[in-house]
């Protein structure tokens, strides 16, 4: 079975009810099933080899929605582009994968150099054949139906990169099933289901998209992904589930006059991307109601390998945790000498099973170092306790996860290291109420030579975009260092501490 199966199963036993609510007005199954089926057809048309790759930038829309399902039934494989990012990092995505097709919204056009692929428009106005030509031309058709192992890749998804080669993850057919299984069983989705579209599709977002529609349920998408419209469309369009990081949660709750009312059938808020402490936990479940959820996962092991439901929150040791192990994979935590640790003993946690990744795209060597004996290597630490919830302690990796999006410092200390200015750098993450973390950088200048905190952000901005830009610079006459000269980025991190606390 493949994964699209799951949403053409749902067309056949649902065909008249809405799977896409949009500003611009409903798609029910039946239509979408069909469009899907004609994009599809056309796409194969354009490209008929299987799995190749199919790069998609665009904002949350139906045809975004439309585009990705039909790519999935065309045997190829998605490429997510983040239209919030820079041509720069897009360029060095599409260089790595080599579409042969890429699709495009008006947001996602200028962000897409000519001569990459063949270019589809989603919308009127861009570049390239129209959507509704391809439409055309596939109408009433049924596309090709390869014949492609479990292992096949369904997605590449990258996890940063900004220098040297970016780390495409290749995500298995396997992997999305297990991941659409135990998302419709955590959050015992129903057709009365209605999934408000409130983070980027390309993210966290996406792995919900086919077991909402599994399940016959409808996804809600809004003109604005602002507080305001996501609480309008729960209080006014029947929204009972959806997915967001931490920051956005607040943000919703900050909202003047906005109460639990606004929510009357909300079940499941799920929160990920970036932690969130207990006594935010305590405030959130307060706000909406005991419906507060989150998962654990990473792009090498899709957003469900552990699961934390409502339920499990009612019981106050369990609010620092991420929960427990879904369906078909295992989690353990290890020794640095790949020895797996008993219950309660901190270590890295590991990952076996049907969710792990095939591998880093065109990367075999870091594969190799992050898959050992079939255990997927978090680069997180924790523990599990007796009862099987898992509790993550600090990360290995230096990853800054901020608004739930990740920062990878060395991408960041780079770019700044490019300003002519800066001598050298450190760049980490510091805990912050809106964000969960935000990007923190120390820099020390070149003698005689400064910049202020405005030239640096908008240098950074410039290469990276705004996630990545610092949002506060501590200046150091000399950074401090080991014997050997190395910077040590624990004593700037806490010097920064001390001095934003």
Known sequence: MYPIDFFFRAAEQYPDRVALDAPEGQVTYARLAADVRALAAALQDLDPA?????????GNSSRHILALLAVLASGKIWVPLNYRST????????DATEPSIVIVDAAGEPLVPAGVGQRISLGPDATGTAVDTLLARGAGREPLRHALPREATQ?????????????????PYHAWNA????????????????????????????????????????????????????????RERGGTLSFMPPTLIYMIMAQPGVSRADFPRLRNL???????????????????????????????????????????LETPANRASVGRVTWLSDVAI??????????????????????????????????????????LHTGDTGLIDTRGYLFLKDRLRDVII????????????????????????SVFGLPDDKWGEAVHAAVQFHPGATADADALKAH?????????????????????????????????RDAALKETS
């Open 50 to 58: 299987p799995q190749t790759r199919v790069a998609l930038c665009a």
């Open 87 to 94: 041509a720069r990092e897009i360029g060095r995505i599409l």
């Open 155 to 171: 997605a590449i998804k990258f996890t940063g990169g900004t220098t040297g080669l970016p780390k495409g993850v290749m995500q």
């Open 179 to 234: 991941g659409i299984i135990n998302q419709i069983t955590s959050w015992g989705l129903t057709p009365d289901d209605r999934y408000v579209v409130a983070a980027p599709v390309t993210h966290g977002t996406g792995t919900y998209l086919l077991p909402v529609l599994a399940s016959g349920g409808a996804h809600v998408l809004l003109d604005a992904a602002t507080p305001a419209a996501i609480t309008a469309a729960f």
């Open 270 to 312: 799920i929160y990920g991307g970036a932690p969130m402490p207990p006594e935010k936990i305590e405030r959130a479940r307060a706000f909406f109601g005991p419906v507060l959820g989150t998962t654990y996962g990473q792009t090498e092991a899709p957003q469900i390998v552990t699961v934390l439901r409502p339920a499990d």
């Open 334 to 375: 290890m020794a640095p000498d790949g020895a797996l640790l008993p219950r309660g003993e901190i270590g890295e946690v590991v990952v076996h099973g049907d969710l792990v990744m095939s591998g880093y795209w065109r990367l075999p060597e870091k594969t190799a170092e992050t898959i050992v004996d079939g255990w």
């Open 402 to 425: 901020t608004g739930g999006f990740n920062v990878y410092p060395v991408d960041v200390e780079n770019a700044l290291s490019a300003h002519p200015a800066v001598y050298e750098c």
């Open 460 to 492: 950074v901005r410039a290469l990276l975009g705004p996630v990545a830009t610092p949002k506060q610079f501590h200046i150091h006459a000399s950074l401090p260092r080991s014997p050997v000269g190395k910077v040590l980025k624990n004593a700037v």
